[in-house]
């Protein structure tokens, strides 16, 4: 009997399971495909929690699985004290199927381990969790969330006391103790009662959020925009049925947008995100509907925010009456430069400010920072790479941050969150928008500026799926034949190798500085980033969450065809390296 096979009669056997697992273990006795599926391999908690599909089973998510995740973090926060656990935990929860339910168990695991759970009582978007941990000045947060993902995915992100995602080292501490837990029907859960009446479970209401869009606000809202500035701003907003609606809403509501309407139909919180495809503002299907009403009052501004709005997604009218989407690329190198630009006019830009970004993301917010004298660090891949940065320089007070983003629509304005904040960027961009109307433009016309300025930027994805053991093996192959060879991409004279696993930067003949070796001070990751002569780029990245393989495609020239040109080019070389 193949060990997949054993365990699967162990949980069948089992006499207390939720009636759902009870009725999937049966419906799948006797299919050794799907049994291997579900029972051959567990769920990993990697660097960025854990996410998977619902369901019964080692690789699915089910009350199993997050009571293991739950007691590995009891034993992670007790490492640090009493204290610690006294601290407690703040749980968050999205709109998806079984949110409230897990976070709920994880705090009942929480408490008969001794450790204090604070449990959102309603919808919380996942900034909000980040903030809650800082508030409440927790030991830890989780956020019950699979972003983006399909209605049958669902996920468990971990935070530190900084509320910030946890970086490598303390996820490996924490993934040891998960790993530490053996038998998944034998775990302490508390009764809700019990850990009510001991003071260990405690829920958050809604004075936390009044806390939370007092601070969005007064961090945010501009004291160079007016308040007729902003009524003259027309906004169409969707929460493609997620957390945002409230939060989104009441934020411009209060800083004097009053014309703001929501999409109707993707208004309400639905964890089947019936009227979308994929609930993810990076895709323009997501913008279908909020478009169409857009065109209807003839919107200036349509914002998208995905199911736990930490990201979001732009469409601005143009000159015809249409809509062009922006790319996160782009927003984030509007948002720094409206940012510095009121800053400057202000007096108010420190000496010692810095900017962050991902080593996948776009220049162009880079070249806006430093021509105004603004250091620019880069960062992997992770938005809790930039908030372990932001608590590095808060402690040494060396650097002040100003703004932080990746390419993936995520975005930080203040740092009362150590994550990317949908609620903080609805409110800035519109502050843009509406100051820039008043201006006789729009973002269109302000990116337009941008590239006159520091020339022309243009970037791209491609996501290759390649999944199960096959696919896995075929990513490692790809990874490692590009170490070895590097990739072939025609007209574009290579410059520069990067080495983000080795920690390396080398420098190749020809270029001014051949045959230099430069260390790379960041942690190291699985990624190899290839700089070509003026500045275009190529990078190559395994997913931390999915089966895929990630290529970023960089462009930089000085017209928008010669970009086109770049890309081309490098898509050509993408296509290589895939056959």
Known sequence: MNSAVSEFRTWLEYPNHPEAIRTELLQIQGDDVEITERFGRELEFGTGGMRGVLGAGLSRMNVYTIRKASLGLAKFVADQGEQAKRRGVAIGYDCRRMSYEFALETGLVLAASGVKAYVFEHLCPTPELSYAVRHLQAAAGVMITASHNPPEYNGYKVYDSEGCQLLPDA???????????????????????????????????????????????????????????????????????????????????????????????????????????????????????????????????????????????????????????????????????????????????????????????????????????????????????????????????????????????????????????AVQSCLLIAEMAASYKAQGKNLLDALSNLFSRYGYFKEELVSASLPGEEGMARIQEIMSLLRAEGPRVDALKLAAVEDYTALIRTWQPGSPRAGEVESIVLPSADVLK????????????????EPKIKFYLGARANSSDECEGQLVRLREGVNRILK
Do not use: M
């Open 171 to 421: 996820a490996a501490r924490l993934t040891e103790h998960i790993r530490s837990v053996e038998d998944l029907f034998r775990i302490g859960v508390s009764t809700q009662v019990e850990a009510e009446s001991s003071g260990l479970l405690e829920f958050v209401g809604r004075e936390l959020d009044e806390l939370y869009f007092r601070e969005v606000l007064e961090a945010v809202r501009s004291s160079q925009v007016t308040d007729e500035q902003r009524r003259a701003l027309k906004l169409v907003y969707t929460p493609l049925h997620g957390t945002g609606n409230v939060p989104v809403r009441t934020v411009l509501e209060r800083a004097g947008y009053s014309h703001c309407l929501v999409e109707p139909s993707q208004e309400k919180p639905d964890g089947e995100f019936s009227t979308v495809k994929s609930p993810n503002p990076e895709e323009p299907a997501a913008f279908e509907r909020s478009l169409q009403l857009a065109r209807q009052v003839q919107a200036d501004l349509v914002l998208a925010t995905d199911p736990d709005a930490d990201r979001v997604g732009v469409a601005v009218r143009d000159a015809q009456g249409d809509y062009q989407l922006l790319t996160g690329n782009q927003t984030g190198g509007l948002l720094i430069d409206f940012l510095l630009e009121q800053a400057v006019s202000e007096r108010r830009l420190p000496a010692n400010g810095i900017v962050f970004k991902t080593i996948v993301t776009s220049d162009l917010g880079a070249a806006a920072a430093r021509a105004r004298g603004v250091a620019v660090e880069d960062t992997l891949t992770g938005f809790k790479y930039i908030g372990g940065r932001i608590a590095d320089y808060e402690k040494t007070q060396e650097k002040q941050f100003l703004f932080g983003y990746e390419e993936s629509y995520g975005y930080l304005i203040s740092p009362i969150v150590r994550d990317k904040d």
């Open 530 to 545: 290839y700089v070509f002569d003026g500045g275009a780029w190529l990078a190559i990245r395994p997913s931390g969450t």
